[in-house]
């Protein structure tokens, strides 16, 4: 079937390296950001989320960081594995008279042996 | 395992035609959502339910149909009006309002034009 990466940014690391996937958030009023981990064919998974009220937090293997200063989210996994290689995107939370998340469009990460 | 359940995971659709996107999900939670995702795109709302016999619009409702008579249902149903249907749909539950909490995926129902 046709992937969603198409067209992504991509990010080639070698097996064992640490890999920084970066964002760029459009809202300054968003108060909660969230990773999401997507291989071909799949669902999102859940990865990591982050409240505004936060520069930093660490799950196993990933740590996600924002500048709020910059409107700016990166998600960094370390000892990145072939396991890791999918699509990543970040989501916002947006009021738009509804309160929903706003993901972005995403970044390929492939991660060689 | 509690999770969403998408059905089927492939389906065509002849011009002319509507077709409806099954999700189940057992995970007791109140909200429920449906994304279209297109090639290198991110995903986009289409319809979304707080709690059951209401739903609303998202960004990108034209063409879409949902109902929600069950807490654990919330089928979606492409019209014929929905000129490129031709994409992935994904469907997302949360246990309230989605906008500050996780939402849980199914894994998806890819729909193509024959």
């Known amino acids: 079937g046709e992937s969603v990466g198409l067209h992504l940014p991509t990010l080639s690391v070698q097996e064992g390296d640490n890999s920084i996937i970066n964002c760029a958030y459009s809202?300054?009023?968003?108060?909660?950001f969230i990773w999401y981990k997507q291989e071909s064919g799949k669902g999102p998974q859940f990865i990591i989320d982050?409240?505004?009220?936060?520069d930093k937090r660490q799950g196993q293997r990933v740590t996600v960081l924002l500048n709020k200063t910059v409107k700016h989210l990166s998600l960094q996994i370390a000892a990145t594995q072939p396991g890791d290689s999918a699509v990543y995107f970040c989501?916002?939370?947006?009021?738009?008279?509804?309160?929903?998340?706003?993901f972005g469009k995403g970044t390929m990460l492939l991660v060689s042996p | 395992d509690g999770g969403i359940t998408q059905s089927p995971k492939y389906l065509f659709r002849k011009e002319g035609q509507n077709v409806t996107l099954s999700c189940e999900q057992n995970?007791?939670?109140?909200?429920m959502y449906w994304y279209r995702q297109d090639p290198g795109q991110g995903l986009r709302l289409i319809y979304y339910?707080?709690?059951?016999?209401?739903?609303q619009k998202g960004d990108i409702a034209e063409g879409y149909s949902v109902s929600r008579e069950k807490k654990e249902s919330f089928p979606l149903t492409v019209t014929s009006a929905q000129k490129n249907p031709t994409a992935f749909y994904l469907c997302?539950?949360?246990?309230?309002?989605?906008?500050?909490?996780?939402?849980?995926f199914g894994d998806g129902t890819r729909l193509s034009i024959l």
């Open positions: 982050i409240r505004s009220n936060m």
């Open positions: 997302a539950s949360s246990p309230g309002q989605g906008g500050r909490q996780p939402q849980h």
């Open positions: 339910s707080q709690i059951v016999n209401d739903f």
């Open positions: 989501a916002e939370n947006m009021d738009k008279g509804y309160s929903t998340l706003t």
């Open positions: 809202n300054s009023a968003s108060d909660y």
């Open positions: 995970l007791n939670h109140d909200a």
